[in-house]
Every structure is written in C-alpha cells, then in structure tokens.
C-alpha cells in the first residue's frame, strides 16, 4: 500500500531550537517525495522535493531509503516557520500526491 | 499574475442547495486537481483531469461531479449539500510530474 505517515500532529519548540518534523512513507518503487508548507489560513505551497537536494529557508530533507523515510530538519526555528507542514509522496502509477496527515509547527518566542 | 485562482474564496449555504466552485490556472499546465481538507487538515485528492479527462476519481460521493471545459480550468459541482461537506477545498495544477501549485482554498459551510 503507498502511504504517508506523519507521527507529530504537533510539534511545538522555542525560537532557536532545532526541528525536526518526522514523515515515513511505503512505495513500492522508486520514491518522489516532497514537503509542503501552509501557512495560516494560506494556499499550500512546495517547500522542497528531494530530487532537488536543496535547502530553503533554513530547511533540509534526506530521503533515508533504508528507512523510508524523508524528515524535515532546520537547525534554528524562527517564529515564521509556524505553519502546518505536509509531506508528500508522488504516485507515479496513479498520477497523484499523497499527502500525510500533516504536522503543525508552532516555534515559541 | 500567474497563478491558480478560484472562486469564490467564502462559501455559506444551506444543506440541500446545490453550489459550484471554479478554478482557473494560466499556468500553461495539462492537469489540474481537486483537494478536500478537513476540519482537522487532513487534504485528500478528490479528483484529477490531464488534458481535459478525468484521470482521478477517488471514492467521492457522486453528488460531487468536476467539469473541465478546457485545460486551463476544472470546477467542482456540489449536489445536496450536506453538513459533511463543510471542508476547504484546494484547486491544484501541474505539468506532468512536477510540482503543484495550489490555489487560495474555498472554505464552504453548510449550515
């Protein structure tokens, strides 16, 4: 079965902290993964996919083949990480994202 | 600007009306999506259109029913509405495998 599993459905850290947001994923082929980031009361929007191997606002994610999993890391939060953040799984057989239940992240002052 | 818009942004109405949702992207893209998004944010994928057909249909009530006129837009037709039906619903587009790109939401009420 493909799915998407985010353990967290909230994480709640202090300004500076390290996060650390958790996605485990099953597929039986080769994973396209993603992150997705909606802010409050805003549209969805990519923060990164792992084919890119890049880092934006602060944030890295590893696709661990070994462990199937793709988690979300930044070193420092900062309060505008806020948000709801949705890991995400490409279906190449059936054409579609599958998302995971999501995770709200709440960086404290 | 380019983008996925849809309309309207706000939707309240009564159960057993029957409303719309329209979505349009100028993004030059070839498939666009219908997302539901639950009162606890959970986003699911309603249905799908490439080029015009419908290529995703996941078990939706067929009171739901999607309408793509031409690739650039896909809108969602809502027959007897019910109180279940209260959600924010996302239009999305993409070129192949890419990305999507979503739209602002529709926040329905049924009341």
């Known amino acids: 079965a493909q799915r998407v599993t985010q353990p967290e459905k909230l994480l709640s850290v202090f300004k500076g902290a390290p996060v650390e947001l958790k996605c485990n994923y099953s597929y039986s082929g080769s994973p396209e993964l993603f992150w997705y980031v909606q802010y409050s009361r805003q549209r969805l929007q990519l923060l990164l996919r792992h084919i890119s191997r890049e880092s934006i606002k602060g944030f890295t994610a590893d696709l661990n083949k070994g462990e199937t999993s793709f988690h979300l890391k930044k070193p420092f939060a900062q309060e505008e990480d806020s948000a709801m953040y949705y890991c995400?799984?490409?279906?190449?057989?059936?054409?579609?994202?599958?998302f995971g239940a999501g995770t709200r992240l709440a960086v404290h002052p | 600007d380019t983008a996925v818009s849809q309309t309207p942004k706000y939707l309240v109405t009564q159960m057993g009306n029957d409303k719309s949702i329209k979505c349009e992207q100028n993004l030059g893209h070839d498939t666009m999506y219908w997302y539901k998004q639950d009162s606890k944010k959970f986003l699911k994928i309603m249905f799908s259109y490439n080029n015009k057909e419908l290529i995703i249909n996941e078990t939706v009530p067929n009171r739901f029913s999607p309408k793509s006129p031409d690739k650039a837009h896909l809108n969602l037709h809502i027959n007897s509405l019910e109180l279940g039906d209260s959600a924010v619903y996302f239009c999305?587009?993409?070129?192949?495998?890419?990305?999507?790109?979503f739209g602002p939401g529709t926040r329905l009420t049924v009341t």
């Open positions: 995400a799984l490409f279906s190449g057989g059936y054409n579609k994202l599958i």
């Open positions: 999305a587009s993409s070129q192949e495998r890419r990305e999507q790109y």
